[in-house]
């Protein structure tokens, strides 16, 4: 598949299962049965796969989500977010009740409790929806049980992987079979060394190369590694330093940067480069898809490291020079207002 071409945005269907993300941020510890705990904050925000897609359309990303939508109480303040967010809803299938996770987020990691609504099967777009540039899906989600973005990806369709955690602790290799039909997987490190039964993120990238031409490994504070066998190109980029208020759905906002980066074919260094970026800012900031930087925010936070002094601020802009071509290109079709607060911090 070709990039898009200049005059236009990439065209990005994003396939898998919607959460309603409740997230209590600040908590001193975890609950305790029989004991109450204060959270400092609190949202409510689209999740699962509607991180992808809150993501991309932030980034100008023309952004289709193919997935199951509630039409419950909760599930109807989450078609507003996504729709203001510029997520196109169309080719989504509306069902009674939604998917509810809590998140219950510290500075450290989070912790997750879910309830799953009874399973509603393969969605597909419309019979006339035209050819994305690149599918997002979840391996786990049995969303991704329709033969159609198999297709996609025979027709040119660059498709991107994510695959959550799994609750049996079997970390199935049979999993990782439709990596066949995909340009890219991007699995947090625990996931890629428990399904490759290897011990270092290293060794993990190296077993599933084996599988799929692009792998990238996220590794939380130490940032991301990835390997193209396409280009010969590896990389390894550490992760933003920044104070972190709310991880939930850090990885899925990398993942739609880096797609994004992925579609204009930046060079590999780049495209983590930009969705370390991406998820950096947004863990900054509470509610997880709704956290995701816009190119506004990215703009103004480029602007303030280009005008900054001192070795470690020279040291970040040789890594985001690319920024300079990159923004401009991306503002075009991108929304105009700004999501996160105090950006350039």
Known sequence: ??????????????????????????LAGPPVAGREVYAQDSTLAPGGSANHAVALARLGVRTHLVSTVGDDDLGLIIQRQLRSAGVVLEDARHCERSH?????????????????????GPVEPGPHAPLPDGVVLYLSSTATDGAWWRTASAQGSRVYADIGWD???EWAVESLEPLAHCHAFLPNEQEARAYTRTDTPQAAAAALARHV?????????????????????????????????????????????????????????????????TAGLAVRRLGGSLAAP?????????QHRRAARGPE?????????????????????????????????
């Open 1 to 26: 598949m070709t990039s898009p071409s200049n005059d236009r945005p990439p065209h990005v269907a994003v396939l898998g299962d919607v959460f309603v993300d409740l997230v209590l941020a600040g």
């Open 100 to 120: 509810v996770t809590v998140s219950l987020s510290s500075t450290d990691d989070r912790a997750l409790a879910t309830y799953l609504a009874p399973e509603q």
């Open 167 to 169: 609750p049996s602790s």
């Open 213 to 277: 031409p692009v792998v990238v490994l996220t590794c939380g504070s130490d940032g991301a590694l990835a390997i193209d066998q396409r280009t010969g190109e590896e990389a390894n980029v550490p992760a933003l330093a920044v104070e972190v208020r709310d991880p939930t759905g850090a990885g899925d906002v990398f993942v739609g940067g880096f797609v994004t980066a992925d579609l204009l074919d930046l060079p590999l260094t780049d495209r983590l480069a930009f969705a370390t970026l």
């Open 294 to 302: 816009t190119v506004h925010d990215l703009t103004q936070w480029w």
């Open 313 to 345: 601020e020279r040291a970040l802009q040789q890594r985001y020079e690319f920024l300079e071509d990159l923004l401009p290109r991306l503002a075009a079709d991108a929304p105009a207002t700004t999501s996160t607060d105090e950006v350039p911090a």
